[in-house]
């Protein structure tokens, strides 16, 4: 097998990295505006700051509870990520719809966790265009997958997913907090779902 040029000017490499840089900036404009709008709609400078930070410290422990399964070396990570995420994820938002109530302010956390979405991918599209010019197997493989399939980086389709189902679901379990189970299932069928489309 050939190995790929590693050289940082190969117009491959180039357009991967831009695409990284150009996927980051479009979920940061995405959840800007999610967050400019919901901001708007309470016209409360307070209380959009407390919904903001509930959020993020929200998002922060669903982040923080993947992370610590993922660490215990799971047999089938994606599926147990998938799982735990869901069930963490209805959960804290059942909690934050503790403080936050009306379609408005769910907007702002869904905006928030888009926002945290962006900044994932923001980090991960910084890795890629690093671990372009790595020499190395890892470095290899990262070229590899640059000519041959572009960048690696999160699906549009999984971003914008994951927030809009969060929004509803600080909409909805406010209401009927007594969904919360049906919601974490939906929440891990949708991410088990989008895991499989991203895998084929």
């Known amino acids: 097998m050939t190995v790929p040029d590693s050289s940082a000017a190969n117009p491959e490499y180039l357009a991967s990295a831009k695409q990284a840089r150009q996927r980051a900036l479009l979920f940061a404009v995405t959840a800007l505006v999610v967050l400019i709008i919901g901001a708007i709609l309470v ?25 610590g399964y993922l660490r215990m070396r799971p047999k089938n990570p994606a599926v147990g990520v998938a799982i735990v995420g869901g069930i963490a994820t209805a959960l804290t938002v059942l909690l934050i719809t503790f403080f ?7 907007l702002l956390v869904a905006g928030t966790w888009l926002a945290g979405g962006a900044l994932s991918e923001a980090v991960r599209g910084s890795r890629w265009q690093r671990a372009l010019g790595e020499k190395g197997i890892s470095g290899d493989v990262v070229r590899t997958l640059a000519i041959h399939t572009g960048y690696d980086g999160t699906p549009l389709s999984s971003f914008l997913t994951g927030g809009i189902l969060v929004g509803i679901w600080a909409w909805l379990l406010d209401v009927l907090p007594w969904v919360t189970p ?19």
């Open 43 to 67: 016209a409360d400078v307070t209380r959009v700051a407390s919904i903001i930070g509930l959020s993020v410290l929200g998002w922060a422990i669903v982040q923080l509870i993947g992370i």
């Open 100 to 106: 936050s109530s009306g379609f408005d302010e769910a």
């Open 182 to 200: 049906f919601a974490a299932l939906v929440h891990c069928t949708v991410a088990l779902g989008l895991s499989a489309k991203a895998k084929a």
